[in-house]
């Protein structure tokens, strides 16, 4: 019954790679592996990692001199907005960002319109997906009907249908009972639940983190309090039913605390944490500019110290990047007005490379593995790897490239990124995904 | 100020003293037995010349006369630099206010300024003063003319005619703002104290 | 020409606010004659766009441009576009058609006229924008208080009373006061207090006790929808009346009382105080036109050539 052998992931088909990567450094969690070596890709599968490597046959041969390659992303938390918002995104427009940003797998939020809420709407999203997505693409399917929070959906017929996981994210479970049920039938798909925790009835009308600067600009603040006691409540019950549970964007001190605690006790649950509150704090929030408006909000450089701790020391398992796609006539709005929501597909490698690892919060190795290796696991597919055999699936970064962001590099059809009109340092340059070449910057 | 500034002196302060004497005795002979004269000193150089005419007044006729200061800021036609005639950013300093302790209504006003140039100045100043009643008369007394008006304006006594170039310009320096008396032709540097 | 927008008093230095204080008073003469306008902005176009009520900063705003000789005309929420949907952005575009020199604006959202300053090249004033700012009340504010106790405000200390968490007034008051170097306390229940809010730098009190020891008591209006059932911010306003309200027993003489209004008389302020001849809550109003003459005047001048003695 466990389905774990179903499809979860979904794209068009192409013309498979056949490549020769010359003199990368290869960096890899899945074999340990961090040094220089050429990378022969032969028809989509990774015919050779070694030395002085010659091409076979028709493979383009890639001098690499300098740059990074890595297995490729993988994001379990992304807005698709398909079905129903695809004025802000679509599924090519979100591959072409994915691919952009080096991601080789990316899996929707429910919280679409119509919900994914039955299966026969979840099939016709991976057909839509093998029409238009480069990039594999997967799907949660909602918790409860329409995300009502009351009535929970057929799991089990979802999870034969694709569904990677179940999750009303966007809306908080308000109900101990409801996520108490769903967390007992959901073990039957061997799925996982993925909550948004947030106490509404705390964060009320709030725009943004509840402190100092809110203070400051006289915004309705969110408290962190309304994180950390919808996720203690979330483990009490997930420990209660000894449930796999897992905790979107973690954005606090204070939820950690709680999580730690819980997986000491050997409780399932895994969490995540999203680029921007690795990187940006509240401070962020002075310039009112809607594009660091997100929920959760930014938080202060205390909690954003402990997030880059948390997940160095793998308390927080991965990153996500609750990619939340917005056009510009809903972002162009004073900030208390404009939506939530911030896009991250484009940006998350190079922006942690540079603010993370080039500070020596984290190393290579465990960043790769937090945005590669355990995203995969908690999703159940197999893992990117560097090593003979396996599906190509990776990306290769040039650490001294400089690019700014905007609509020519994002690729997404949304620009509400926190990062927009930045220029950063370090880029993808180029994609493998499932065998394909998905992203060529030089191309 | 910017660049090379060169100065020629035009009148110093025994030439200044005589001729506001002079512009003293023009004046009570164009007005003989009025008894509504008054002067009025456009700020800031204005102002002490037209204090001076008083004293010098009041020392001919043995009657003291009504003084008074007029503020032409708000009444200028370059607010925010856009004036007919040159446009360029003009300093706005603190306004000074404007004095008029006196009726204005049938007053004969003697309007008093440094130098006269586009005529400007003087049409704000005539605004402003209408701005508190309605004179009989208004007359304007200037220590130098230097030409170049833009206005149909005309000074009814004139300490000094300087014709001169467009880019020159001629400073008023006074005792009681600059610390010395004496009036000088530039050639070069910003134009200032001029209107 | 660059444009000049007075969004927040941060966009101020404290030479700025000393010249409009300046200016502010050079107008008081023209508010005593006869005639009380000049021409200073004669064939200026001065709109003004409140989304949000608003009658006494809008007809201030409205004498003051009338003052100046500058055309004016008035966009408000109710009957206009903005209620049937248009946007921010729309809005200010098709005003911006008019070409007006200066639009001056009310919004209920934080940052809304700094956003209406990208989409314009007029110079936009801040009339109130959510609870983040409201810089003409503090600058008259100031006015006001300078011209009571003389321009050095310098350790004077000001307690601010009331619901600091929902007045954008109190934002910008500390903001001027603290330039001033006046010493804030804020007064008020905790429901109605921000979380963190000493990081201004002010001292945070939660009753009365230490009111004594102030200048000046500036108190802000206690709105009712603060006791909409669900909000909870307070149980009821004859108990805040009770425990915050100023009255006789709570002024101390000498001690003046400011507010910037509408007042809720019997609430934050009995009715003595209201009318004692003290408090200087008409001053404030008084203030409130020269203060905007000079903003305005300010707006199309400038602020940086105070140091030139020459015109």
Redesign the interface.
């Known amino acids: 019954m466990a389905g774990t052998a179903t499809q979860r992931l979904w794209c068009k088909r192409a013309a498979k790679a056949d490549l020769l990567v010359k003199g990368a450094r290869v960096v890899d969690p899945t074999t340990g592996r961090d040094e220089v070596k050429d990378v022969l890709v032969t028809r989509g599968r990774i015919a050779a990692v070694g030395d002085d490597l010659e091409p076979g046959g028709s493979a383009a041969v890639r001098d690499a001199d300098g740059c990074l390659l890595m297995p490729g992303f993988v994001d379990l938390h992304a807005h698709f907005r398909v079905p129903g918002g695809e004025d802000a995104e679509d599924l090519t427009s979100l591959t072409a960002a994915a691919a952009a940003g080096g991601y080789v797998a990316a899996f929707g939020m429910a919280n679409t319109d119509p919900v994914v809420d039955n299966a026969a709407l979840l099939e016709g999203l991976a057909q839509r997906a093998q029409a238009e997505a480069t990039v594999p693409v997967g799907f949660h399917a909602a918790v409860t009907r329409g995300l009502q929070g009351e009535q929970l959906t057929e799991m089990v017929e979802l999870a034969t249908a694709g569904a990677v996981a179940f999750s009303d994210d966007g809306i908080p479970l308000r109900d101990a009972d409801l996520l108490r049920k769903a967390l007992q039938y959901a073990s039957v798909t061997g799925r996982h639940i993925a909550v948004h925790a947030e106490d509404r009835s705390l964060t009320r009308k709030g725009v943004m983190h509840e402190g100092a600067v809110s203070a400051r600009l006289g915004l309705a603040g969110m408290p962190s309090i309304a994180e950390s006691i919808e996720v203690e409540r979330a483990l009490e019950v997930a420990a209660y039913e000894d449930a796999r549970l897992h905790v979107c964007h973690v954005s606090t001190a204070a939820a950690l605390e709680h999580l730690a605690r819980f997986k000491e006790r050997g409780v399932p649950v895994t969490a995540e944490v999203c680029p921007h509150h690795l990187t940006l704090t509240d401070e962020a929030v002075v310039t009112l500019d809607a594009n660091v408006k997100m929920n959760p909000p930014l938080r202060p450089e205390a909690d954003r110290a402990a997030l880059v701790a948390a997940l160095a020391e793998g308390l927080i398992d991965c990153v996500a990047t609750d990619h939340a796609p917005h056009c510009a006539d809903d972002k162009e709005v004073p900030f208390e007005e404009a939506p939530f929501g911030v896009i991250g597909l484009g940006t998350a490698f190079a922006i942690l490379y540079a603010e993370l690892v080039g500070d020596g919060a984290i190393d290579l190795l465990t960043l790769v593995d937090r945005m590669s290796s355990a995203p995969a696991r908690i999703a159940g597919i197999p893992q990117p790897s560097i090593r003979e055999g396996a599906e190509a699936g990776f990306c290769l970064f040039d650490p001294g490239d400089t690019w700014t962001v905007g609509r020519h590099t994002l690729h997404s059809r949304s620009q509400n990124s926190a990062w927009l009109g930045k220029e950063l340092r370090g880029r993808v340059i180029l994609t493998v995904a499932a065998g394909h070449v998905v992203w060529d910057a030089g191309a | 100020m910017s660049g090379h500034v060169d100065e020629v002196a035009i009148m110093d302060a025994e030439q200044i003293t005589r001729t506001l004497t002079r512009m003293a005795h023009e004046i009570l002979e164009k007005n003989p037995c009025e008894p509504s004269l008054s002067i009025v000193g456009i700020h800031t150089r204005g102002a002490f010349l037209a204090r001076r005419l008083r004293d010098q007044l009041a020392d001919l006729s043995g009657v003291d006369i009504p003084f008074g200061e007029v503020d032409i800021s708000f009444y200028r036609d370059d607010i925010g630099a856009r004036g007919i005639g040159d446009i360029r950013e003009t300093p706005h300093p603190v306004v000074k206010g404007t004095d008029l302790p006196f009726e204005i209504d049938d007053a004969v006003i003697v309007l008093v300024d440094d130098v006269l140039y586009t005529g400007r100045t003087i049409r704000a100043a005539v605004d402003a003063i209408f701005d508190f009643g309605r004179p009989a008369k208004i007359q304007l007394a200037v220590l130098v003319d230097r030409g170049h008006r833009e206005l149909p304006i005309r000074p009814d006594y004139v300490g000094k005619n300087m014709p001169t170039a467009l880019p020159e310009h001629v400073r008023v320096r006074l005792i009681e703002h600059d610390g010395r008396d004496e009036v000088v032709l530039e050639r070069g540097g910003r134009e200032e104290g001029e209107a | 020409?660059t444009k000049r927008d007075l969004l927040s008093m941060d966009d101020l230095t404290r030479t700025d606010v000393d010249?409009i204080l300046?200016?502010a008073e050079?107008f008081l003469?023209?508010l005593q004659?006869d005639?009380k306008?000049?021409?200073?902005?004669r064939g200026?176009t001065i709109v003004s766009y409140f989304h949000e009520a608003s009658t006494r900063t809008s007809s201030s705003f409205d004498l003051a441009a009338k003052r100046?000789s500058a055309d004016t005309i008035a966009l408000k929420k109710s009957g206009s576009a903005i209620e049937k949907g248009e946007?921010?952005?729309d809005t200010i575009l098709t005003l911006s058609a008019y070409s007006p020199?200066i639009i001056v604006m009310r919004?209920?959202?934080?940052?809304?006229c700094?956003?209406a300053a990208r989409y314009t090249p007029a110079s936009v004033i801040n009339a109130g924008?959510?609870?983040?700012?409201h810089p003409t009340q503090c600058l008259l504010d100031l006015f006001t208080l300078r011209q009571t106790f003389g321009r050095d405000l310098d350790g004077m200390k000001i307690s601010i009373v009331g619901d600091i968490l929902?007045?954008?007034v109190a934002?910008s008051d500390i903001a001027g006061f603290q330039m001033m170097g006046m010493h804030v306390t804020l007064v008020g229940p905790p429901t109605m207090m921000?979380?963190?809010?000493e990081?201004?730098g002010v001292a945070v009190e939660h009753d009365l006790s230490h009111l004594r020891t102030a200048d000046v008591i500036y108190l802000l209006r206690i709105q009712r929808e603060r006791m909409q059932a669900g909000a909870n911010f307070l149980p009821s306003l004859r108990e805040y009346a009770r425990v915050w309200g100023i009255d006789r027993s709570r002024v101390r003489p000498g001690q003046k009382v400011m507010h910037p209004g509408p007042i809720n008389r019997g609430v934050e302020i009995s009715g003595e105080i209201a009318d004692d001849p003290d408090t200087l809550i008409l001053e404030q109003v008084e203030a409130g036109l020269s203060t905007r003459m000079a903003i305005l005047?300010r707006t199309?001048?400038?602020y940086s050539?105070?140091a030139?003695?020459?015109?």
């Open positions: 020409m010249l300046d200016t050079s003469p023209i004659r005639i306008k000049v021409p200073t902005l200026r100046l946007s921010l952005k020199d919004h209920p959202s934080a940052g809304a700094r956003l924008d959510g609870k983040y700012q929902h007045s954008r934002r921000p979380r963190d809010i990081s201004l005047y199309i001048v400038g050539d105070s030139s003695e020459e015109a």
